[in-house]
């Protein structure tokens, strides 16, 4: 009888956590175990890894220096998940004005600010993938007055770190060395692979390009070479 009851136990838990209300904990579970990552796409779409100046360190003030890295484009631009993970917070308020936070592997932060506004819907506890829409280029927070930027930070264990060489590592990366290529029509004018196996590649983030897939808020993007 014990047994029995043991084996009813563990099914009723394996149901529960391959059910959708255990998609948080679940996510939480598996980003945590993903090592971090050691190259990453730019978070704003347009911006390449060679137009984001290394500001990291630099004084800000008399009793700071600035956590991240700040990358320009116009009021408006899309910013995008830089990998998968999940949303902490989404506030308003402080240095970053309106900000959000997300758990990434390695229990790592990626900290998004001074964004003009959020993606309608976004909120705390939502599972996103690298290229999910976040939000908007602004410049809230203590960049009010300034050009319209992301402030994009990474805190690991020991605080804060330099994104800039993960962005560049990113750009770096080779093309694949098999797989087909099809040239997308503008504006997704590079080239598209549909490899199965283009994980390390850049998304491409045009919903007009041929092997765009996904719901335009949400996307799971093509995937191109930088």
Not at 20 to 27: F, M, T
Not at 58 to 69: F, K, L, M, S
Not at 126 to 139: C, F, M, P, R
């Amino acid at each position: 009888m014990r047994l029995y009851w043991i084996a009813v136990l563990i099914v009723a838990g394996g149901a529960l956590w391959n059910s959708r209300w255990a998609d948080v904990p679940r996510a939480m579970w598996e980003i945590s175990r993903m090592p971090a990552p050691t190259a990453l796409p730019v978070p704003v779409e347009g911006v390449r890894a060679r137009q984001v100046a290394d500001t990291f360190g630099a004084p800000r003030g008399a009793d700071r220096t600035h956590a991240g890295v700040d990358i320009f484009a116009a009021r408006g631009t899309a910013v995008r998940s830089a990998t998968r993970g999940i949303v902490m917070d989404v506030r308003e308020g402080g240095l970053g004005g309106r900000q959000v936070w997300i758990q990434v592997p390695a229990r790592e932060r990626y900290y998004y600010a001074h964004l003009d506004g959020w993606r309608d819907g976004l909120a705390r506890g939502e599972v996103v993938d690298a290229g999910t829409l976040l939000g908007y280029v602004g410049d809230t927070g203590n960049a009010k007055g300034t050009p319209p930027h992301l402030h994009w930070g990474i805190y690991g264990a020991q605080g804060a770190y330099d994104p800039l060489p993960l962005l560049k590592a990113w750009a770096a990366r080779p093309p694949p060395a098999s797989g087909r290529w099809r040239r997308a029509p503008l504006p997704c004018s590079r080239w598209a692979s549909v490899h199965p196996l283009t994980t390390s590649l850049q998304p491409c983030w045009s919903r007009r390009c041929p092997f765009w897939i996904g719901a335009p808020r949400s996307p799971q993007p093509c995937l191109h070479p930088p």
